[in-house]
């Protein structure tokens, strides 16, 4: 889970945006479809301790069970799985079996590792008389290593930058998926549109790559270039001469300017001014300022490598902008290089070269980079979401402090840093 730092730091692995779904996502539709004779089906998170009160909150979700009822069927999933439609067909095909199976995934180091797995009622049931000292999850992790059917049907995020290539090759299915089953009005050919939709006048829109998915309550402004694959989640708003292009997933409550190309943008993240974003990967509560710019293409053409912690490694991609944790912020004019990876709550001045930890002010440039203290960020937080009209709750302001604590070593491992 580490490796994916610093997207997981203020989320679930289940709760990445990708191709406009999370995980958590797909798996509250396969709920809802094997829900019957008025039994619901309940999905349990096992994550890091810190994130149990966001699991709660945000998601609905509690621990596993300590133990697992006599009748319960389970489908095992790891929440690092790429959620795209092909992923939900092979979650609802394991279901529809209806035998005990596992999927395993591609190798990861030395081992292969579980993906998914469907256990029966009468799997269970025979384990726990089988097996003593095991947790539920063990037990079951040791059930679906037994059922092993396949090595290849799905795929997970090992590093941030395959949310960026997992997305781009999972948009178009994604948004054809939404049209198909949800309720959406087509506007024109290629537009399909919930209540309070609102797009300015001039605006020249492009479909023939794909279609263009707007919730409820976006507003476009006028002079605005839009072209599909694009979804937009509830309320966001795309402002006037926007440029929003190849393949675009923008949260809800998202307000959006300048060029945007081939990114991921979560909730409540604000790039309302003009400069290009691309190939990139945006936490939420984010504010990208005037004249932010990243670079995702090298001069030489070639494929881009990137950097995590001490690890060299090749991306395969050509085209490869930024990550950049939850609550970081840029200021005006800020450069920032191929393929770069920004931490959380962390502010950006100049032009960023190198990879930039958690809870700094970097300014590289003019050689004054400092610790960002977490009490900034906790009253920087609550000035954030006043302006949203959203509450901040105490499991917020302690997020940002265990944020903090975790990510120390990653501060003093940072050769850029003056302390």
Known sequence: MEQLCPIVHARPAYAITCASFRLIDWLKTLAKENSSGGKACEIQGLIREYLLPIQEADHGLQSPAKEIAADEEVLLVNARLIPSVQTYETLKQLIQAGQTAAVIGTDNGNEFELLAAFITAGDIAKSSKSEVGLSPLERLQQIAHQNVSSRSSLKAFQWPHEVVAGHMAAMNDSVNYRIEHGDYTQREDGVFVRPGVKIGEFASIHTSGGPIVLDENVQVGPFCFLEGPLHAGHSTRVLEHSAIKDGVALGHTVKIGGEVEASVIEAYTNKQHHGFLG????????????????????????????????????????????????????????????????????????????????????????????????????????????????????????????MYDRTEIERESSEQLGF
């Not at 770069?340 to 003019?366: D, E, H, Q």
């Not at 960020?377 to 509450?391: C, D, G, H, L, S």
């Open 279 to 402: 190939h990139s990967y945006l936490g939420s509560w984010i504010n990208l300022g005037a004249g932010t710019c990243n670079s995702d293409l090298k001069n030489t053409y070639g494929k881009i490598n990137i950097e995590y912690g001490d690890r060299k490694m090749a991306s395969g991609m050509q085209f490869l902008g930024c990550i950049m944790g939850d609550y970081s912020k840029s200021a005006i004019n800020t450069g920032i290089f191929t393929g770069k990876v920004i931490g959380v709550c962390s502010m950006l001045y100049g032009f960023v070269t190198s990879n930039v930890p958690s809870y700094v002010n970097y300014a590289r440039l003019f050689g004054q980079t400092s610790l960002l203290p977490p009490e900034v960020m906790i009253n920087t937080q609550a000035r954030m979401f006043a302006r949203r009209k959203v509450e901040q709750r105490q499991c917020d302001m302690d997020l940002i402090q265990a």
